[in-house]
């Protein structure tokens, strides 16, 4: 079993973070190919290994709805309406959406008051959206166009590495 090593991401700029990330994901998933194990393990390596961050997980498109699939942080919210704060609004654009502050975002959904920022990256396969990336943070305006870029990679490489 792959383990993550801390001394593998400390003192890294942002974009060496990411691409050493990418390379600790593809190497967790070696030989395995179930999404559910897959995210709960991407879940987590993101979660433990990037700095600010209070929860980090996914949400699967079911029917119209985007339904909570594996996580770290507090438990959150189970099941968000087509289109509803940040993770619906950008399964509906089918693009990564960067909020700087959530309590600006109209309609945003609260599940932790202390998260600040967040971070939404859609699961993409063919065009075809089956659920997102989602990480909060408790910092104001936390997330970047580095940290999107990266989340793609890691997104893609869980994507390429998984039967979905």
Known sequence: MHSISDANLKGLDKP????????????????????????????????????????????????ADLVLGPFQGKPACVRIGSARGV????????????????????????CDAASNSE????????DRLLGVLDL????????DRTDASGLELVVATLLAKSDV
């Open 119 to 126: 971070i939404v990256v859609p699961l993409l396969k063919d």
């Open 87 to 110: 993770c619906g609004a950008a399964a509906a654009a089918k693009e990564t959406l960067i909020v700087p502050n959530v309590h600006e975002f109209p309609g945003h959904i609260a």
């Open 16 to 63: 060496a973070l990411y691409s050493q990330l990418q390379k600790e994901m593809a190497a967790l998933l070696e030989g395995e190919r179930d999404v559910i194990a897959n995210t709960a393990n991407c879940a987590a390596l993101l979660y433990h290994s990037l700095p600010e961050l209070n929860w980090a997980g996914f949400y699967f498109l079911k029917g």
């Open 136 to 143: 909060d943070s408790p910092v104001v305006d936390r997330f």
